[in-house]
Structures are given as C-alpha cells and as structure tokens.
C-alpha cells in the first residue's frame, strides 16, 4: 500500500524560532492535507491542498503541494508555546475514494 | 459547539467483555470513519460508512465491528477485546466522498485489563 515518510520525527526548538517538516510519498497523491493533534485529543485539519505546486497559507502556517504529487511541507513562523503537539500529513487519492493515508507524526516541542 | 461527540471519552473494560464505543456529528456529513491510534503513532484506519455503505479495512480484525443507524450515529463495537486493542479510538467525519477534509472528535481512551 501507500506510505508517507514524514520527517523530521520530532523537534525541539526555541519559542520564536521556524519550524519546517516536511512529507515525501512513492507514489501520487492528488490532496494533502496537514493536521495537529494535542495529547489526548483528536487531530485538527490545519491546511488543505488540492493542486501540484499550490502554496496555501493559515495564519503562521504555510503549506505547500509539491510539483511531483509526491511530496509535501508546513512551515510554522515564529513558534508559540501553543504550538506544541503532534503535526501529522495525509495524502489522498481519487481512487482511494474516502480515505487518507497518513504520515507517522512530527512531534513539535517549543521551549519558551 | 461540538461538532463530532465521542462518548466516553474514557473507557475501562475487562479482557474479553465486549465494550461499545459511540460518536455522534452534527455535520450531517455523508461519511463516518473509525480509527484505531495507539502511542503517538499515526491514526490507523479501520473502516468508514458512505452513507450505509460500509467499508472494511483488510486487516481489520473480526473482533471489530460497527454500526450506523442513521447518519448522525455511528458506533464501534469490540466483540472480544484483548491486551492490544488498548489504544485512542477517534471518529471522524467529511462531506462526502472525494471530499478529504476530515473532522475528527476527541477520540475514547480504551483501557482492557
């Protein structure tokens, strides 16, 4: 089956600082889409992206679709301390109708 | 407001007694789905409901089976729970189908002792 490397597994950065993973698939995928998840809770949708090479931006969070559909990264600018969680990818493909294949997790710690 | 429910969110249940997990959306969203996540790893699709179309997953154990009796309502059930079905069961919705944005709820922590 499909599987999304997602990288780095986690993070430890300075409140401030920029954040940047990043997701690379074998194969195709015609949506990405980007989620945080805080413990103990269930993911939240941040970003959605539809087009090869679509840029799309959600307050300090900046997503883009990668040329090849194969590959996708979220910048965060300036961190928070609310920042902090699990940032997960998922790819989705048309005839995968319904379902999403996702990423196994950046784990984001942000130190004030 | 809430808009996908999970009940309970905790829930302890004996090795082998079957246990019933419950999620509800306010969404009126075409499609319902069940994950599986354990430690921090990624959500583990198990099956999910176009409409009462349902769809299984190929390595989802028999021991796990769902129902939907109508398109708010949507619930696990674990006929046998053992040791390593212990994990966060999240719920999630989207629109319909060919519409990947999924909302989830909070997820039930499943405990089996």
């Known amino acids: 089956g499909q599987q999304l490397n997602q990288s780095p597994q986690s993070m430890f950065i300075q409140e401030g600082e920029d954040v940047s993973m990043n997701c690379t698939s074998s194969s195709i995928f015609n949506t990405w889409l980007w989620y945080k998840q805080d413990p103990g809770e269930g993911p939240v949708l941040l970003i959605a992206?539809?087009?090869?090479?679509e840029l799309t931006s959600n307050g300090r969070l900046t997503a883009q679709f990668g040329i090849t559909r194969k590959d996708s990264f979220l910048n965060i600018s300036a961190s928070i301390p609310s920042d902090v969680g699990i940032y997960f990818c998922?790819?989705?493909?048309?005839?995968?109708?319904?379902?999403?294949?996702f990423g196994d997790g950046t784990t984001l710690t942000v130190k004030p | 407001d809430a808009m996908v429910i999970q009940n309970p969110r905790y829930q302890v249940t004996q090795f082998g007694k079957p246990v019933t997990l419950s999620c509800s959306q306010t969404?009126?969203?075409?499609?319902m789905y069940w994950y599986q996540q354990k430690s921090s790893q990624a959500p583990k699709l198990l099956f999910h409901?176009?409409?009462?179309?349902?769809?299984n997953e190929a390595d989802t154990p028999d021991n796990f089976q769902s129902r939907r009796p109508n398109t708010s309502f949507c619930f696990l059930d674990i006929r046998s729970p053992g040791l390593g079905d212990a994990a966060m069961y999240l719920c999630a919705t989207s629109r319909d189908r060919g519409l990947y944005e999924q909302y989830f709820g909070p997820g039930t922590r499943l405990t089996v002792t």
């Open positions: 998922a790819g989705s493909l048309s005839k995968n109708a319904g379902k999403s294949t």
């Open positions: 992206l539809y087009k090869a090479g």
């Open positions: 409901y176009y409409d009462k179309d349902f769809n």
């Open positions: 969404l009126n969203h075409n499609v």
